[in-house]
């Protein structure tokens, strides 16, 4: 580990002596002036988004599957009609533009784990993610590597996880490449007896939702925690 | 001024970049490549599942603010009517091309597809595009230097000429796929039909993966009508059809599968690429 508490490989990435804009934050900028100069959309409207984006993250989602695991009748909301029981957790899937977010359309499905079904999810042509409900996704399920290799070797992937599924447990991968978004809602993990909304929401994980963990007492955190620096960083994501 | 080495220094580096066959020279002549390698170089480049790959690790990055606003703009010109989501997914994971799909960050190839809609749309011309590419970068030419990295239209369109899409106006309240329901008919298949995914020639863009395509799998789910990806991708008049989610065993989808004989893959097909098992 390196002073700064990760280890990526800092030889190749690319840090000029001079703070130079980029390339793509060139382009960026050129098009958004553009689209404003000519009307194509307003500063309003490109504010507006930016607000709504800015505030998408896995915490609604985490509430909605506590909530399933508290209330049984929740849970049957859940799986029948999600895009209701996201209403409950604050998530309108029709927002901001009352069609919703358009590259996630607005078709939602929850797949329930049992005792002897693990659900797994990707998008193996580009990343598509139930963002409304779970924030963007993280970089690692964007690569063409996690895409290319779950769908034909999804307990080798789940393994660089951490994750050990028995055979008695089937594997049930969902490339979600259409209009569907999906979302994983994971067994309540022993030891969790009494436990309240609040502290089941601690450990459901964005990568439990993702498929690729197990929620576990005591565990709060994802995974993957290893992050590459960005040149400029934004607020959100 | 650049100066004559370091022009030629770049076109060497462009020439290392290679994204062919190494066996095959540049622009073979027909009878070098069979149909194996023609349909290799005509598949869309994002299709990439159960390509082999190695392990690699997996690590969360910093998101950059270019790439955050990368993503206002292109929900926001779906919000405004310029392009449908489905015209986005192909235009910046399909038509970029082999070397720019693979060598482009991920935002960088969605940034690409918003420069070319709006240039392939006439909505903006590409030397006025260049010209505010030079603007920008001088603006900032001693680099950020504490200086914020923004955006300042020179002023505000009205927007009233602009030509948009009937979907931005008739999806409001309805959603999407909802907008399109009750305009598919009957669905052809129900669930635990078995079938088998056409082997459809495929040029240009499909949302049907290759790894299906001639496999045997069952209906999982009848999902919802919306018109075919590779027709809503060109924004043209389409009619809806039904849409499955399959389900494929993958012990027998795999060669060589080493999980267990109950794993299974479910991706989701619209109704022209299925046929009923024999």
Redesign the interface.
């Known amino acids: 580990m390196t002073d700064h508490g990760h280890d990526?490989d800092h030889d190749r990435t690319v840090k000029p002596m001079?703070?130079?804009?980029?390339d793509?934050?060139?382009?960026?900028?050129?098009?958004?002036?553009?689209?404003?100069?000519?009307?194509?959309?307003?500063?309003e409207?490109?504010r507006r988004?930016?607000e709504f984006?800015?505030q998408i993250g896995p915490t609604p989602a985490a509430h909605l599957v506590a909530k399933a695991w508290l209330d049984p009748e929740f849970k049957k909301l859940a799986l029948a009609e999600p895009m209701t029981a996201s209403k409950e957790v604050g998530v309108d899937?029709?927002e901001p533009?009352?069609?919703?977010?358009?590259?996630d359309?607005?078709?939602f499905q929850i797949l329930a784990n049992t005792p002897t079904v693990h659900n797994v999810i990707v998008c193996?042509?580009?990343?598509c993610y139930p963002r409304p409900i779970l924030g963007?996704s993280?970089?690692?399920y964007?690569?063409?590597?996690?895409?290319?290799?779950l769908?034909?070797?999804?307990?080798?992937v789940l393994a660089?996880?951490g994750l050990y599924l028995p055979?008695e447990i089937?594997?049930?991968?969902?490339?979600?490449?259409?209009?569907?978004r999906f979302m994983v809602m994971p067994l309540r993990p022993e030891g969790t007896q009494d436990w309240t909304e609040a502290q089941l929401v601690e450990i459901i994980t964005r990568d439990c939702l993702i498929g690729v963990a197990l929620p576990k007492a005591g565990v709060t955190t994802?995974v993957?925690?290893?992050?590459?620096?960005?040149?400029?960083?934004?607020?959100?994501? | 001024m650049s100066t004559a080495a370091e022009r030629a220094a770049q076109l060497d580096l462009v020439a290392r970049l290679k994204s062919a066959y190494p066996e095959l020279p540049d622009a073979p002549t027909p009878d070098l490549l069979d149909h194996e390698r023609i349909t290799a170089y005509l598949k869309p480049v994002?299709?990439?599942?159960?390509?082999?790959?190695a392990?690699?690790?997996?690590?969360?990055?910093?998101?950059?603010?270019?790439?955050?606003?990368?993503?206002?703009?292109?929900?926001?010109?779906?919000?405004?009517g310029?392009w449908?989501?489905e015209e986005?997914?192909r235009i910046g994971?399909v038509d970029v091309g082999r070397a720019q799909y693979?060598g482009l960050?991920?935002?960088?190839r969605w940034?690409?597809a918003?420069?070319r809609v709006?240039v392939e749309k006439h909505?903006?011309g590409l030397t006025?595009?260049s010209e505010?590419?030079a603007?920008?970068?001088a603006r900032?030419g001693?680099?950020?230097?504490g200086k914020k990295?923004?955006?300042?239209?020179?002023?505000?369109?009205?927007?009233?000429?602009?030509k948009r899409n009937e979907h931005?106006k008739r999806?409001?309240?309805?959603?999407?796929?909802?907008?399109y329901a009750g305009q598919a008919g009957q669905p052809k298949f129900k669930v635990g039909d078995a079938v088998v995914v056409r082997e459809l020639p495929v040029i240009f863009y499909t949302?049907t993966?290759e790894?299906v395509r001639g496999a045997k799998g069952e209906i999982a789910a009848v999902?919802?009508e919306?018109p075919a990806?590779e027709d809503e991708t060109w924004d043209r008049p389409a009619t809806p059809e039904w849409?499955y989610?399959v389900r494929f065993n993958?012990s027998e989808l795999?060669y060589g599968?080493?999980?267990?004989t109950?794993?299974?893959?479910?991706?989701?097909?619209?109704e022209h690429w299925l046929q009923a098992a024999p």
């Not at chain 1, 193996?124 to 990343?127: G, M």
Request: proline share 6%; with cysteine; net charge negative.
């Open positions: 990526h001079v703070d130079e804009i980029t793509f934050e060139v382009l960026e900028i050129a098009l958004r002036e553009l689209c404003i100069e000519k009307g194509i959309f307003t500063a409207e490109h988004f930016t984006a800015e899937w029709m533009t009352g069609f919703g977010t358009p590259s359309f607005t078709a193996a042509l580009c990343s963007n993280p970089e690692w964007r690569t063409p590597n996690y895409r290319r290799r769908v034909r070797w999804p307990r080798q660089e996880f055979d089937s594997v049930h991968v969902q490339d979600s490449n259409q209009k569907h994802n993957i925690t290893d992050t590459r620096p960005a040149v400029h960083p934004g607020t959100a994501g | 994002h299709d990439v599942g159960g390509e082999p790959d392990p690699m690790k997996y690590e969360d990055k910093q998101y950059e603010l270019w790439e955050h606003m990368t993503y206002v703009i292109c929900e926001v010109l779906a919000w405004r310029i449908l989501s986005r997914r994971n693979l960050p991920y935002y960088g940034l690409l918003v420069a709006l909505h903006i006025e595009l505010r590419m603007e920008v970068k900032y001693g680099g950020l230097a990295l923004d955006a300042t239209p020179k002023s505000q369109g009205d927007g009233s000429q602009v931005h999806a409001v309240g309805k959603g999407d796929p909802q907008v949302r993966p790894y999902a919802y919306s990806a849409f989610v993958m795999w599968y080493t999980g267990t109950d794993d299974v893959v479910q991706t989701e097909i619209p």
